[in-house]
Nanobody
Framework: QVQLVESGGGLVQAGGSLRLSCVAS????????MGWFRQAPGKEREFVAA????????LHADSVKGRFTISRDNAKNVLNLQMNSLKPEDTAVYYC?????????????????WGQGTQVTVSS
């Protein structure tokens, strides 16, 4: 089992940047694939980015490609999401998730553990 705690959210103007972090505790962090998802009011949770256990495989949603970058530091048990050129449509609660099943990076149903979320608000 792993516990996840996100931080780094906040209010930023369009075009600005934020860096989200997700700190893991409990079972060995490097045994989990990790992902970032987001959920805006009235919408379903959507995939943002994912990274494999070793960091060798990375995926970004088309909507954030070129603007967001996922990374992890297995020595520090930390998952990061660098968000640049933010847009108002990026406003949402951002969640990090951990999974043990191979594949299915973009499907939130396959993630076993979730953090509590951190709010990101982008003003126009």
């Amino acid at each position: 089992q792993v516990q996840l705690v996100e931080s780094g959210g906040g209010l930023v103007q369009a075009g600005g940047s934020l860096r989200l972090s997700c700190v893991a505790s409990g079972r060995t962090f490097s045994t989990y694939d990790m992902g970032w998802f987001r959920q805006a009011p009235g919408k379903e949770r959507e995939f943002v980015a994912a990274i494999s256990r070793s960091g060798g495989s990375i995926l970004h949603a088309d909507s954030v490609k070129g603007r967001f970058t996922i990374s992890r530091d297995n020595a520090k048990n930390v998952l990061n999401l660098q968000m640049n050129s933010l847009k108002p449509e990026d406003t949402a609660v951002y969640y990090c998730g951990a999974k043990t099943t191979n594949g299915y990076y973009t499907d939130y149903d396959w993630y076993d553990y979730w953090g509590q979320g951190t709010q990101v608000t982008v003003s126009s």
